[in-house]
């Protein structure tokens, strides 16, 4: 089929490159001249496994092409998909203007039949604006609209695109429903689930995914503090929850807090929408304040370590990216992290595999190592705020020799502590009693906090 994919961003190249891999014929339409030159010389502007080597088969058996003209990209399309930017605002709305200038912008040269299918994260409701948009720019009606959301996770979007666990579409005329049952036929074909329903009830299933998994995140990390406190073992007790097949035993892994484009967008958003309609979302209003919380109490917890006398001293963070396998920062812990220390007159030297170069950006007083080892150099603690496998294979004896002081703090529990302590460092984790820092971390007490300033970089449409 002929499809149209509106946004070459996260979400909207994701989803070209892998509806050309299945059998479609896609243009992509970029408003970014220079991302589509770059596009079309073969490179790939975001780092994602096996996205690159799919854009460069594609492109070569003609699958797949890369426009910034709207008609051209939109003229022989039966399906037109919007994966634009939906940005928050301060009041945690979010901002739909450019999937509603996009829709219309697709109607005004659609063919006769197309449908418009929204495929950025968008408040529920926003289907039927963009049918009085498309409507009012082709009154005959001939054009249909649908609801596609997207559960591609950063550094495993092409895996999450082929294997979905579901894949949801929302539409009201069955001619909709039909086209997109034609273009996902080659993954239901496979077996995997594919829900249909409502529009808005597609756009729900999508927040009410993302705020869950929040929620899922948050509790973990509550419940870790208090396996600190009564002697237990996060670990043990994850991996007992887990075993539950009504909990299941992913997004249970104790952290310094989420991040990303979308936790944070969406659980933001759905807490709006609550208070806007009347339906308030207090859980996810207490996910949004208990996750700020988190990364100040992980600050504090570093601070601590270090002592009174903080002020001068230095502390390697091995770590920047929200996640490991992205090179995405955005409300990553480790910005608000880095940033509360600096505050408080400590000295900064980073690693992060691949988020440095975003990261220079928003942490102009931080120093950035090229490796681990050396970020480690002379450091009073080191403290790992993102799960990065490599740090696993990390020298510690090198490290170890040429630190000042002798603490690892692993707030992603990834390192095996018998290397470690076998370097002589001491390590401390979260989630277990044995060796954690919560009993030295005043409640209360003050610390500058600031808040971060969100990075440039990926535009990410859906969430
Ligand atoms: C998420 C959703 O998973 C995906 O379906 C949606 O389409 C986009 O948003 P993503 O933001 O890429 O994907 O990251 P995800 O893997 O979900 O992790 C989100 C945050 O939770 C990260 O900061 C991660 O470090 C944190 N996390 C995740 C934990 O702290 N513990 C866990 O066990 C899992």
């Known amino acids: 089929m002929e499809i149209c994919v509106i946004g070459a961003g996260y979400v909207g190249l994701v989803t070209a490159a892998c509806l050309s891999k299945i059998g479609h014929t896609v243009s992509c339409v970029e408003r970014d001249r220079a991302r589509v030159k770059k596009l079309a010389n073969g490179e790939c502007p975001i780092y994602e496994p096996g996205l690159a080597s799919i854009i460069k088969k594609s492109?070569?058996?003609?699958?797949?092409?890369?426009?910034?003209?709207?008609?051209?990209?939109?003229?022989?399309?039966?399906?037109?998909?919007?994966?634009?930017?939906?940005?928050?605002?301060?009041?945690?709305?979010?901002?739909?203007?450019?999937?509603?200038?996009?829709?219309?912008?697709a109607a005004n040269f659609a063919n006769?039949?197309?449908?418009?299918?929204?495929?950025?994260?968008?408040?529920?409701g926003t289907n039927r604006a963009?049918?009085?948009?498309?409507?009012?720019?082709?009154?005959?009606?001939?054009?249909?609209v649908a609801s596609n959301p997207e559960f591609l996770r950063e550094g495993s979007a092409v895996k999450d695109f082929e294997e979905p666990d579901r894949i949801v579409i929302g539409f009201k005329k069955n001619s909709a429903g039909e086209t997109l049952r034609k273009i996902y036929k080659?993954?239901?074909?496979?077996?995997?689930?594919?829900?249909?329903?409502?529009?808005?009830?597609?756009?729900?299933?999508?927040?009410?995914?993302?705020?869950?998994?929040?929620?899922?995140?948050?509790?973990?990390?509550?419940?870790?503090?208090?396996?600190?406190a009564l002697g237990g073992d996060m670990k043990d007790v994850a991996l007992g929850l887990g075993l539950d097949g009504r909990i299941g035993p992913k997004f249970l892994k104790a952290g310094p807090g989420y991040g990303g484009s979308c936790f944070p967008k969406d659980t933001r958003a759905m807490a709006h929408m609550g208070r806007k309609f009347g339906a308030r979302q207090t859980l996810v209003e207490t996910v949004i304040e208990r996750n700020e919380a988190r990364k100040l109490q992980i600050a504090r917890r570093i601070?601590?370590?270090?002592?009174?006398?903080?002020?001068?001293?230095?502390?390697?963070?091995?770590?920047?990216a929200f996640k490991e396998g992205t090179d995405d920062i955005r409300d990553a812990p480790a910005i608000t992290i880095i940033k509360v220390l600096e505050?408080?007159?400590?000295?900064?030297?980073?690693?992060?595999?691949?988020?440095?170069?975003?990261?220079?950006h928003v942490l102009p007083k931080t120093q950035f190592f090229s490796s681990p080892e050396e970020a480690a150099e002379g450091t009073d603690l080191?403290?790992?705020?993102?799960?990065?496998?490599?740090?696993?294979?990390i020298d510690f004896d090198t490290v170890a020799a040429n630190m000042k002081g002798d603490t690892l703090m692993?707030?992603?529990?990834?390192?095996?502590?018998?290397?470690?302590?076998?370097?002589?460092?001491?390590?401390?984790?979260?989630g277990s009693s044995a060796d954690n820092t919560s009993h030295l971390v005043k409640t209360s007490g003050s610390i500058d906090f600031v808040q971060d300033s969100k990075p440039k970089g990926h535009s990410r449409a859906g969430c």
Not at 115 to 121: L, Q, R
Not at 343 to 360: I, W
Not at 382 to 393: F, M, N, P, Q
Not at 414 to 427: C, D, E, N, T
Request: net charge positive; charged share 20%.
């Open 112 to 124: 006769v039949g197309a449908v418009i299918i929204t495929k950025s994260t968008v408040p529920v």
């Open 130 to 144: 963009v049918q009085r948009v498309v409507y009012s720019a082709r009154p005959d009606g001939k054009l249909t």
């Open 186 to 228: 080659p993954l239901t074909d496979k077996g995997f689930a594919l829900v249909q329903t409502s529009c808005e009830n597609a756009e729900m299933i999508k927040y009410a995914s993302n705020a869950f998994l929040a929620l899922k995140v948050t509790f973990a990390n509550e419940l870790s503090d208090l396996c600190e």
């Open 59 to 105: 492109m070569l058996n003609g699958s797949l092409r890369f426009t910034y003209h709207m008609q051209d990209g939109v003229q022989n399309a039966k399906a037109i998909f919007v994966a634009v930017g939906t940005p928050s605002r301060e009041d945690g709305s979010s901002d739909i203007s450019q999937v509603l200038e996009s829709a219309e912008q």
């Open 303 to 320: 601070l601590a370590v270090l002592g009174s006398n903080a002020k001068g001293k230095s502390v390697c963070i091995w770590g920047i």
């Open 382 to 393: 080191i403290a790992i705020l993102t799960g990065w496998e490599s740090y696993k294979r």
């Open 343 to 360: 505050n408080m007159g400590v000295n900064v030297r980073a690693h992060d595999p691949e988020a440095m170069g975003q990261a220079r």
């Open 410 to 430: 692993d707030f992603r529990n990834i390192l095996p502590k018998s290397s470690v302590k076998a370097a002589g460092l001491r390590i401390i984790s979260i």
